[in-house]
């Protein structure tokens, strides 16, 4: 009885990871890197006012794809602050509990590309407000969040 019990253990493992390695194969999928460059000239005509908010928007095909935006490099101490709608409300209309959202790895991005880094990538869809200070310019910017499935 004990060996034949063996034999059909061991055709069932196979079979079984087998069906694992050629779903694993068919059905998984390399997450996209999108980057995008955001013009200093862009900046330069941001305002703080909630009527010239320049809105932007990006597209991702999945919720797990990755989203940079990278800000223009300046000489000086640059800071990158975003918002979800109810805190940007809260700061615009005076109400100083309007907290950023933390950015993990912000200063180590920073570091990589030389220049200030908003990573969007374990964000979900929605309306962002991004307030950018710096020297030389510095605003609100609205980023809208898409997800696309295809």
Not at 92 to 113: K, V, W
Request: with cysteine; net charge positive; proline share 6%.
């Amino acid at each position: 009885m004990r060996n034949s019990v063996l034999p059909i253990v061991i055709a069932v493992l196979v079979f079984v990871s087998a069906g694992v390695f050629v779903s694993w194969v068919f059905f998984t999928r390399e997450r996209e890197f999108r980057k995008v460059d955001v013009p200093a000239s862009w900046l330069e005509t941001a305002d703080t006012s909630r009527f010239s908010v320049q809105p932007v928007l990006l597209g991702r095909n999945y919720p797990d794809d990755s989203v940079l935006v990278l800000f223009p490099k300046t000489n000086k101490k640059s800071q990158v602050f975003i918002y979800d709608q109810k805190n940007y409300y809260r700061l615009l209309f005076g109400d100083h509990r309007g907290n950023p959202i933390a950015q993990p790895n912000a200063e180590g991005y920073a570091a990589l590309f030389g220049r200030p880094v908003l990573n969007l990538s374990n964000y979900p869809q929605g309306k962002y407000y991004v307030h950018v200070t710096s020297c030389s310019f510095g605003g609100f910017l609205e980023i809208e969040l898409l997800d696309s499935l295809r």
